[in-house]
């Protein structure tokens, strides 16, 4: 199956504990992204990378990082988690139509963490 | 940055009846304007998009109109059915020379009455 896969599915956990999100691409897209759905369903851009730069939106808090193994993944890392970050995690991913692709982002299942 | 409003929240039309779902954008250099159906528990996933040298687009059921000038554009779904029930998104972005997200709008709640 050609998709864009996260793991957990679920994710449940203490205040202040450190977590990690794992995203994965088959596509063979160049870029990939991580998004941050709230509970009234906003979905916003929290990071965009690719191999030549990572662009981070600016009110996301530091304590949020994105670590790319390699082209294929982006996992999302959270340090000293908080209440606010609950929320429905969607990793997504791109081919630029210059580089043969569509432009089209294509959306990973999404993660739902619960920090309690 | 980029902000995209959209209108109206929340949509409610009779199942053959047409809808249509309105954004506004503000950056000038978005170039490429994706709308994107999310049924509940689901992923977002792509139903049509348009770029900024093109003014609509149409696939089946579905029409997209985009008024550079105006910075505006919108989604046009005729003949309604049930399944189309859903929370529509648009989005705007730069594509070409860079990784860019998409800036979102906050979603329209589409509801067809049988």
């Known amino acids: 199956d050609t998709a864009v896969s996260q793991t957990p599915k679920y994710l449940v956990t203490q205040m202040g504990n450190d977590k990690s999100i794992k995203c994965e691409q088959n596509?063979?897209?160049?870029?990939m992204y991580w998004y941050k759905q709230d509970s009234k369903k906003f979905l916003k851009i929290m990071f965009s990378?690719?191999?030549?730069?990572?662009?981070i939106n600016e009110t996301v808090p530091n304590r949020f990082s994105p670590k790319s193994p390699d082209k294929a993944h982006l996992n999302l890392h959270i340090n000293s988690l908080e209440l606010g970050d609950s929320a429905v995690y969607f990793c997504?991913?791109?081919?630029?139509?210059?580089?043969?692709?569509?432009?089209?982002?294509?959306f990973g299942p999404g993660t739902r963490l619960t920090v309690l | 940055g980029e902000n995209v409003e959209q209108h109206p929240s929340t949509l409610s039309v009779q199942e053959g009846d047409s809808a249509v779902i309105k954004c506004t954008y503000s950056?000038?250099?978005?170039?490429?304007f994706p709308w994107y159906k999310q049924e509940l528990g689901k992923r977002p996933q792509l139903i049509i998009d348009?770029?900024?040298?093109?003014g609509e687009k149409k696939d089946q059921r579905i029409a997209v109109t985009l008024n550079k000038t105006a910075k505006h554009f919108s989604l046009h779904i005729t003949e309604t059915q049930p399944e189309d029930s859903a929370v529509y998104f648009c989005?705007?972005?730069?594509?070409?020379?860079?990784?860019?997200?998409?800036?979102f709008g906050k979603g329209t709640h589409l509801i067809i009455q049988p």
């Open positions: 997504a991913s791109s081919q630029d139509r210059e580089r043969g692709g569509t432009d089209t982002q294509y």
């Open positions: 950056d000038s250099a978005s170039n490429y």
């Open positions: 990378y690719n191999n030549k730069e990572l662009i």
């Open positions: 596509l063979g897209h160049d870029t």
């Open positions: 989005a705007a972005s730069i594509v070409g020379g860079g990784a860019d997200g998409l800036t």
């Open positions: 348009i770029r900024s040298n093109v």
